[in-house]
């Protein structure tokens, strides 16, 4: 079947259409905080106009975007490798051991899948303010309480878990026959094996963690704990700051995401594919 | 070695369950319980929380403000469940294959799914600015309509945060999409294309009926996302104007975070964990009856 000009433009209109509706508003913010121009609320450019890094470096330096840019690096560094490794470790268990309460255990997680965080924001307040036991010291207010919540993921859990059954059984028992403890199983066998997986986790771990906002706005009070998705609310408030030094922020606390998913593709679309995305 | 090793065998899964246990335990597992427990209790800041029975979910029937907030997480859902589903749809049709253009858009369109709900807030507030210079009052502006108020508008702001929601799920719900058209049968369309059909009829008798499971996941998923929606609508409007986005979250949210009525907030909360856990049960329940037949 040949397509004529006229439904390849009609094509072409519609690819266009998509692009404008999907990419048009951040190459919007992208142009305007890049331009000399100073915006009216609300305008968005649609070409650098006089480009210019000033209202980066205003933010930068004088907003302190860089305080919160580092918060939520250092929560999402920290959050995801804290939730893919204590994942691994338990989906080797899960996937790899018979034991008794398993299926117990299994379900126990599944059922926080279902689970929106939002409803047990209130207790979950309470007990970040609770004194550890022993320390005599509450998490609140510290970047313990904006990563340890996350840890436990049951996304990942089980998306690991799925995987790791997946290795065949010779492969665990050649290695404990060359005398392999558990320890050396793990990491030498069936980590190598599913590092796909551990990617996937990965960027769902990262763009998940990232995107919080209800956890950092119940679990600390220091405006120098604000992560940048915070913190961008609170600016909005400071009427005096030029239009595009705000818009200047918010690309900052868009880039990490897109090139977190541009770089970590395959294993995004994988994790899309196994079906069990969270939104 | 000292320690038996068959003794202690069946410490291992435990051993490598232990931390995960530890967090879903402390940030999950017992969050739901001391909610549940709250739910009976009016909690007090001085002395001892009192113990009020069936008192907060009694409350939670008749509270009209929770109501309206209620009918407009509804609405809310069955919009952006029906507005994203049908969209989604369109779009995959446009969108599958695997031809290198087609691969850029679908990478390209991700941006709005992938990027953080308060950087689309900022934006959604930028193209919806309730005056001349916003950018979608000034595309209508072009067709010679005045400016409208949008999120500043009660009888707007519902429907412009909905629209935010449509086009955040708009990606994701096309790749649930594209993988079930990948999925049909192609002989089935072979077999319309000998019968003569039409591309409508190909439309309705093969591909969207091919489609039933990839539609269930994608309504189930906009179902849950819905109905505990927070963060899109807090970053947004806050609930307002004069409470017409306001949400069932936003809602607990301010009951416990801003009158500290901790017990009611926990109470609500719960009624909404129930509720969205009886509509997964629901959702597996009808797939399994599907997939049976």
């Known amino acids: ?279 | 070695m000292s320690i038996e090793p068959k003794r202690w065998r069946w410490t291992i899964p435990w051993l490598f369950l232990a931390p995960a246990l530890i967090f879903f335990t402390w940030f999950k597992f017992v969050p739901i319980l001391k909610g549940l427990i709250m739910s009976f209790y009016q909690v007090k800041f001085i002395g001892a929380d009192r113990w009020v029975g069936l008192a907060n979910f009694e409350r939670a029937l008749t509270d009209s403000a929770l109501g309206a907030a209620a009918l407009n997480t509804l609405i809310y859902v069955f919009s952006t469940t029906i507005a994203g589903g049908l969209l989604a749809f369109a779009v995959a049709l446009i969108l599958e294959g695997q031809a290198l253009h087609i691969r850029i858009i679908r990478t390209a369109i991700f941006f709005p799914a992938v990027t953080s709900v308060a950087v689309l807030a900022e934006v959604w507030r930028i193209l919806f600015y309730p005056a001349q210079t916003g950018v979608v009052n000034s595309i209508l502006g072009l067709f010679g309509a005045d400016p409208q108020g949008f999120m500043s508008d009660p009888n707007q702001a519902l429907f412009v945060v909905i629209l935010l929601q449509v086009w955040k799920n708009i990606p994701y719900s096309m790749v649930i999409f594209i993988a079930g058209l990948a999925g049909i049968n192609r002989e089935l369309y072979d077999a319309a294309d000998v019968d003569g059909a039409s591309p409508l009829r190909k439309l309705w008798h093969v591909t969207i009926p091919g489609l039933v499971p990839a539609f269930s996941v994608v309504i189930m998923l906009s179902f849950i996302r819905g109905f505990r929606v927070f963060t899109e609508i807090y970053t947004t409007t806050g609930g307002g104007p004069a409470g017409s986005t306001e949400v069932i979250m936003t809602s607990i949210f301010k009951t416990g975070f801003e009158r500290l009525d901790y017990g009611y907030a926990a109470a609500v909360s719960f009624m909404l964990f129930t509720f969205t856990v009886g509509l997964t049960v629901a959702h597996v329940a009808i797939k399994n009856r599907f997939s049976r037949t």
């Open chain 1, 1 to 279: 079947m040949k397509t004529t000009f006229p439904q390849k433009l009609a094509r072409g209109a519609v690819y266009a259409l998509l692009l404008i509706v999907f990419c048009g508003p951040f190459w919007g913010i992208l142009a305007t905080a890049f331009s000399k121009t100073t915006v009216q609320p609300g305008q968005l450019l649609i070409w650098p106009d006089q480009p210019t890094f000033d209202h980066f470096i205003y933010a930068w330096t004088e907003v302190k975007a860089w305080i919160y840019l580092f918060n939520s690096l250092l929560v999402v560094a920290i959050g995801t490798v804290l939730q893919t490794t204590v994942s691994a470790l338990a989906a080797y268990a899960l996937a790899r051991k018979k034991f008794r309460g398993a299926a117990f255990i299994s379900l126990a997680i599944l059922s926080t899948m279902m689970l929106p965080d939002e409803v047990i924001s209130i207790p979950l307040y309470l007990i970040l303010h609770q004194k550890l036991p022993l320390l005599g010291v509450s998490i609140y207010n510290s970047y313990a309480a904006l990563i340890l919540p996350l840890v436990g993921w049951a996304f990942s859990v089980f998306l690991l878990t799925e995987f790791m059954k997946a290795v065949p059984r010779d492969l665990e028992d050649a290695a404990r026959v060359d005398g392999a403890n558990e320890i050396q199983i793990f990491l030498k066998v069936i980590v190598p094996l599913v590092k796909p997986a551990l990617g996937t986790t990965t960027i769902f771990g990262f763009l998940m963690i990232w995107d919080q906002y209800l956890l950092p706005l119940i679990a600390v009070d220091d405006r120098s704990l604000y992560t940048i998705p915070v913190v961008l609310r609170s600016l909005r408030v400071d009427e005096i700051m030029q239009q595009n030094i705000f818009i200047a922020v918010t690309v900052i606390a868009t880039v990490p995401c897109i090139v977190v998913y541009l770089l970590l593709q395959k294993q995004f679309n994988r994790g899309l594919m196994s079906g069990a995305v969270k939104g």
